[in-house]
Nanobody
Framework: QVQLVESGGGLVQDGGSLRLSCVAS????????MGWYRQATGKQREFVAG???????TYADSVTGRFTISRDNAKNAVYLQMDNLKVDDTATYYC??????????????WGQGTQVTVSS
């Protein structure tokens, strides 16, 4: 069974930065797309960013230009660098494993999440 462990969440002021990390185990990490989702209180979970096995990246419009997703296959890790954070970014952030090489195939497993809170 896939294991995903997220870390790096916390409380930050509007305009600040955070870097989320996710370490995966029990998967062929290098051959999987990886992604980040988030869910704010009272809202549905939404896609934030994804990275294919070939390091092609895709972002939600709301975070483009502010967030950067990256991966380190040697460490089975995926990261989300979040800059210029806004109050609307407040949510629980979840790491996700893709169904295949490409983010276009969707995601099938999620971690437990890490809380990000942005204060004004």
């Amino acid at each position: 069974q896939v294991q995903l462990v997220e870390s790096g969440g916390g409380l930050v002021q509007d305009g600040g930065s955070l870097r989320l990390s996710c370490v995966a185990s029990r998967i062929a990490f290098a051959s999987k797309a990886m992604g980040w989702y988030r869910q704010a209180t009272g809202k549905q979970r939404e896609f934030v960013a994804g990275i294919s096995s070939g390091h092609y990246t895709t972002y939600a419009d709301s975070v483009t230009g502010r967030f950067t997703i990256s991966r380190d296959n040697a460490k089975n890790a995926v990261y989300l660098q979040m800059d210029n954070l806004k109050v609307d970014d407040t949510a629980t952030y979840y790491c996700a494993v893709g169904r295949g090489l490409s983010t276009k195939l969707g995601f099938e497993s999620w971690g437990q999440g890490t809380q990000v809170t942005v204060s004004s």
